[in-house]
């Protein structure tokens, strides 16, 4: 699918990969929504895109249902969106302090799952009433998961739980959407230098790049936004998570 001129919607746009992203598809020529929960970052991304801001928390079905309606009536239903909003806490399951709180879990199945299933039906129910493109393709919805979906170390458990709901939704949502021509795809980072990698890894050392076998370094979040580019304009991607990792495993 070409970006330009196209409706384009993306998620967790304040920051890290989503911000990179509402750039790139900006400079393809895409009308941009940036969606995130802070206000502050919101403004600053949509004024430097030239596009939308609407601060709204994703995992709430009413807010995010306004903020997609608000973004069809300013740009029409969007062919694309990118989610990549995100919530990273590390929490031992027992420690000194005692047992792990459910609540925490509650907090990141809501932030990475629940807000993804949300975007995913929202973004999906648009597409559906837009008229298919030469190729039959209406559109794309594309997720970010993360290699600890894979291989979560020590204290990622509710992470890696959240993040492993986002890869099982991709195939069964790509099956049933294909009928109207639209792909759901998964993007699964491996280490980007970013707010949610240091909310993570608080103590991170930076030797960890050293076990990337290459680059030994970490990710861009540019390098994210151009492999989102990649899988928007290239139709034959569908129903699977690409990972973005330098070959790195845990
Ligand atoms: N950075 C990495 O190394 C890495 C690795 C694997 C996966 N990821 C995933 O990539 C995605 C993007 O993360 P990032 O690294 O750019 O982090 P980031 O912290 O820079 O960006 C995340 C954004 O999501 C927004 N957000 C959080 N909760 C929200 C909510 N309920 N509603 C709306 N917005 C909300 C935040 O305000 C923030 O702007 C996340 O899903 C993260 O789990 C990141």
């Known amino acids: 699918m070409e970006l330009w001129q196209c409706a384009a919607v993306v998620t967790g746009a304040a920051s890290g990969l989503g911000a990179e992203t509402a750039r790139y598809l900006a400079e393809a020529g895409a009308k941009v929504t940036a969606i995130d929960i802070d206000a502050a970052g919101v403004d600053k991304v949509s004024r430097q895109i030239g596009?939308?801001?609407?601060?709204?928390?994703v995992s709430d079905a009413a807010a995010t249902e306004a903020a997609i309606a608000q973004a069809r009536q300013t740009h029409g239903a969007a062919r694309v969106l990118v989610h990549c909003v995100g919530r990273a806490e590390a929490h031992r399951l027992i420690s000194a302090e005692g047992v792990m709180e459910l609540d925490a879990f509650r907090r990141l199945v809501d932030v990475n799952l629940i807000s993804s299933f949300n975007v995913l039906r929202l973004a999906a129910a648009d597409m559906a009433t837009l008229p298919?493109?030469?190729s039959g393709e209406r559109g794309i919805i594309i997720f970010t998961a993360s290699v600890a979906a894979y291989e979560g170390q020590s204290g990622e458990t509710a992470y890696a739980a959240s993040k492993g709901g986002v890869v099982s939704m991709i195939l069964p949502a790509a099956r049933e959407l294909g009928r109207i021509?639209?792909?759901?795809?998964?993007?699964a980072p491996g280490l980007f230098g970013t707010p949610t990698l240091f909310a993570m890894e608080r103590n991170l050392d930076p030797r960890i790049v050293e076990d990337i076998p290459f680059p030994h370094r970490f990710g861009d979040p540019a390098e994210f936004a151009l492999l989102v580019v990649h899988v928007v304009k290239n139709v034959m991607i569908n129903g699977t998570v690409l990972?973005?990792?330098?070959?790195?495993?845990?």
């Open 51 to 57: 596009g939308l801001g609407i601060v709204c928390d």
């Open 243 to 250: 990972r973005l990792d330098g070959g790195y495993h845990r």
């Open 181 to 187: 021509g639209v792909r759901v795809v998964g993007i």
């Open 132 to 134: 298919p493109l030469g």
